[in-house]
Every structure is written in C-alpha cells, then in structure tokens.
C-alpha cells in the first residue's frame, strides 16, 4: 500500500531557528508531491507542487525540495506566524491521479 | 465565490440522526472531492464528482456515507444513522479540471462534526 510518511510529528523551534521537514513516499513513477499548509480549524491551504527528482520552489521563507525518495521542506528563518501543520500529499502509483493519499503532517510550533 | 464554501462550520448531532454536509466550490472548477480528517489521522479520500462522469465513491467507509452534486457545482454528503466513529472533520476541495496531469486540490474550511 502506498504510504507517505512525515518526521517529525512535531518541532519546536525558536523565532529565526531554521530547520526542515520531512516526508518520504513509497510510491514509484512519482506523478506529483504536494505540500500544505493547515491552520487550527481551517482546512489545508496550498503550497507547492514538485513533480520530479531535483525540482525546488520557494515561498518567502519556505523552500521545498524533491529526492526520488523524499520531499524536504526547509524553513529558515521561521517567524511565530509560520506556526501550522504542514501537510504533504501523494497521488496513488498507477492508480487514479485525484485520490491523494495524504501523511499525517508535522506540527510546527515557532515561538517568539 | 473566491475559495470553496462549506457549511455548517461545525455540526453536533446525536448518535443514529442523519446529518447533511454542504460544499460549495470555487467557480468553474469542474472536480470536487470529499475527504475525513479524523483526529491523529492524516485526510482520507472519500469520494470525487468529475463533470457529468459517474463518480468514484470507492473512499466511502460505508453505505450510510452517501453524496450527490447537482447541477455540476454544489454537493451534499449525506451520513445516515451516525455513529460515534463518525466523528471527524470533513473537507471538501475543488480543482479546475480534475485527472490527466495531477491538479492542486483548494479546500474548504470543513465541517466538524461531533457525535454524541
């Protein structure tokens, strides 16, 4: 079964303190990565998109990194406003290209 | 309207009553998707309307899940006889096409629903 998994489940990190997020995919013949962003009792809002090996985008503080295992994305220089769950997301290998099958996400906590 | 529209925002209901979930998409997207965000779960496909094409339903946990889209624009999901289990947050998203090359999914807000 496809699979995507996100690490950690949770980072606490300090005003300015740059790090990472992970999530690595099982899926071979990868046809698009997705990362989100979702607030407290809001529904996910949309990042990026990364369709093969090597791809980058960036986002003010968000840049977003494609390996044929894995998807980083790297925060730097985080401010208390980028506190979310981060989401990312995977179509289905060989299946139909809307059922995304999503990870359960890292909650990030930036604080001042 | 500027994103997807759902309602009610949040919804509380008694074990075995039936409750109906609304979704509006954005405007001219043609694809709509349900999905259950369940706590310390990631989101679950439930089901996906695509034009006038059949959808696929095959996300739906059970046959008291049910959904329907009229018109190509708005939806309702239908859960009969709730159950405990049935507690959860339950999104919708819209893109413009929906299938061939993969397309973002813009969600709503959710409904969260709490069953007593």
């Known amino acids: 079964e496809d699979q995507v998994t996100q690490s950690p489940e949770a980072l606490r990190l300090q005003e300015g303190e740059s790090s990472s997020l992970n999530c690595s995919y099982t899926?071979?013949?990868?046809?698009?990565l997705f990362w989100y962003r979702q607030d407290p009792g809001k529904g996910p809002e949309f990042l990026f998109t990364l369709y093969s090996a090597g791809e980058e985008k960036e986002k003010e503080r968000l840049k977003a990194t494609l390996t044929k295992k894995e998807s980083f994305l790297h925060i730097t220089a985080p401010k208390p406003e980028d506190s979310a769950t981060y989401l990312c997301?995977?179509?289905?290998?060989?299946?139909?290209?809307?059922?995304?099958?999503f990870g359960k996400g890292t909650l990030l906590t930036v604080n001042p | 309207g500027a994103g997807v529209s759902q309602s009610p925002s949040n919804k509380v209901t008694e074990k075995g009553k039936d409750v109906e979930l609304r979704c509006d998409p954005i405007s001219g997207h043609t694809a709509l998707y349900w999905y259950r965000q369940s706590l310390g779960q990631g989101l679950e496909f439930l089901i996906y309307f695509q034009g006038n094409s059949a959808p696929d339903k095959s996300g739906l946990p059970s046959d008291r899940f049910s959904a329907e889209r009229t018109g190509g624009s708005v939806s309702t999901l239908t859960i009969q006889r709730t159950q405990q289990e049935d507690s959860a947050v339950y999104l919708c998203?819209?893109?413009?096409?929906?299938?061939?090359?993969?397309?973002?999914?813009?969600f709503g807000p959710g409904t969260r629903l709490l069953v007593l």
């Open positions: 899926v071979s013949g990868l046809r698009g």
């Open positions: 998203a819209s893109s413009l096409l929906g299938g061939g090359k993969q397309e973002t999914q813009y």
């Open positions: 997301a995977v179509p289905p290998q060989g299946g139909s290209n809307y059922k995304l099958t």
